[in-house]
């Protein structure tokens, strides 16, 4: 391989990387139950990726997303999985579990 090519190519990975970090933004959000109490131990998975945050003892979570529109997936056990898409502008979510539901507050 030329130089010149070895160059280029780890130019273009350099910037490649460069563009996949700048879009990665930080989510934050709160979980509550039927008690408007929030739940301790819901799970919030990147569907796909390893990335995973788990709520604490306020229902709250904060988890690292890359790109705009990305899905979130919450699971808590005994209730049924929710898929969140979370658009461009959000920065923060809250999420009521009613029942064997979880609802969305826009």
């Known amino acids: 391989m030329s130089k010149a090519l070895v160059i280029s ?12 970090h700048a879009q990665a933004r930080k989510v934050q959000g709160t979980v509550v139950g039927t008690d408007q109490k929030g739940l301790v131990g ?8 390893r990335i995973v945050a788990v709520t604490d003892k306020s ?16 699971t808590y056990v005994g ?3 929710k898929k969140v898409t979370v658009l461009e502008n959000r920065r923060h979510l809250t999420l009521f579990w009613k029942n064997s539901l979880m609802h969305w507050k826009r």
């Not at 190519?9 to 563009?19: E, K, V």
């Open 9 to 20: 190519t780890a130019i273009c990975a350099s910037l490649f990387t460069l563009n996949a």
């Open 42 to 49: 819901v799970s919030v998975t990147v569907p796909g990726t």
């Open 59 to 74: 229902g709250k979570f904060s988890i690292e997303i890359a790109g705009n529109n990305q899905e979130l997936q919450f």
């Open 79 to 81: 209730f049924q999985t």
